[in-house]
């Protein structure tokens, strides 16, 4: 394909591959295939179909930005393009590394009750060792040890969003990066979705129409143009019983990183 004169590859049906204009860096678990499908709802905008991995992987960073381009959909000129790579958020070197890019990009992070991300993390990390037919220890051996809460578990630093949003607000404005509130999102995902049209100034097109409770599987599906759909069985499942004693001292250890993340971002969250 030849290459377009702004460094994109030109088709021949008048669509071309961009870099993304939005990206969705996370957090994991937060809802962030939630955020991306009902995005998609709009017609501006374009979503690249699977999770690029192009600024945390050292094997995909190596090949460069023409390769970054090559993972992006086809779109027309005027649409938006936006990935999602939930890792992102976490990882301390992608804040540059997109800054270089682009600095003038617009982030979406989505959040959710640390504790409620750290059971659903748990909760994922259980079920892809069970299709490999592993194993894995009971919640409660895995969050605790000699009976404090378990500081080696590395789901817990995920949750730890006031210490990754620092290393991305050296480099974006808070201006830059909208978060989104993935426990409302759950809830009533309109009232949130309207925000993000906001931030992206995207023409308002998202409307009730497009979302629906499901009462079988518990969440909001999404209606586009009369089409139905769910997402995929691995969003939306139940979580392990954990003792109460135990959540609380989760609650309790997330108290004050979360008082942290609300100063810095000048906004406060209903978490435990
Ligand atoms: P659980 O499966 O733990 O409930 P991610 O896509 O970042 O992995 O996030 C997955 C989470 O998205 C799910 O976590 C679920 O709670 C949340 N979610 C938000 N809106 C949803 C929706 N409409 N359908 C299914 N899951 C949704």
New binding site residues.
């Given amino acids: 394909l030849p290459p377009a004169d702004n460094g994109t590859t030109s088709h021949p049906n008048g669509t071309l591959q961009q870099f993304p204009q939005i990206i969705i860096i996370?957090?994991?678990?937060?809802?962030?295939?939630?955020?991306i499908e009902?995005l998609s709802l709009h017609s501006t905008v374009v979503a690249a179909q699977n999770e690029v991995h192009f600024f945390d992987w050292e094997s995909h960073f190596q090949k460069g930005l023409s390769w970054y381009l090559s993972q992006m959909p086809y779109t027309f000129p005027e649409q938006l393009t936006v990935e999602k790579t939930?890792a992102y958020f976490t990882s301390s070197k992608v804040p540059k590394r997109i800054f270089q890019m682009n600095p003038n990009i617009k982030l979406l992070l989505?959040l959710?009750d640390p504790t409620?991300r750290v059971?659903?993390d748990y909760?994922?990390v259980f079920y892809n060792r069970l299709q490999k037919h592993k194993r894995y220890q009971p919640i409660e051996s895995v969050l605790v040890k000699d009976g404090e809460i378990n500081l080696g578990y590395k789901a817990l630093n995920r949750s730890l969003y006031y210490t990754h949003m620092q290393n991305w607000l050296q480099y974006f404005p808070m201006e830059s990066i909208h978060v989104v509130d993935?426990d409302r999102?759950?809830k009533d995902?309109l009232p949130e979705m309207k925000k993000v049209e906001r931030f992206l100034k995207l023409e308002p097109q998202i409307n009730a129409s497009n979302f629906y409770f499901n009462k079988t599987?518990g969440?909001?599906?999404?209606r586009d143009h009369g089409r139905e759909r769910?997402?995929h069985d691995?969003?939306?499942?139940a979580?392990p019983h954990v003792a109460p004693a135990i959540l609380q001292k989760l609650y309790q250890f997330f108290h004050q990183p979360n008082k942290k993340f609300f100063e810095l971002v000048g906004r406060t969250f209903n978490w435990n």
């Fill in positions: 996370g957090v994991r678990k937060g809802g962030t295939r939630a955020l009902m939930p989505i959710r409620e059971l659903s909760t994922q993935g999102l759950i995902p599987k969440f909001y599906c999404l769910c997402l691995s969003k939306g499942r979580h």
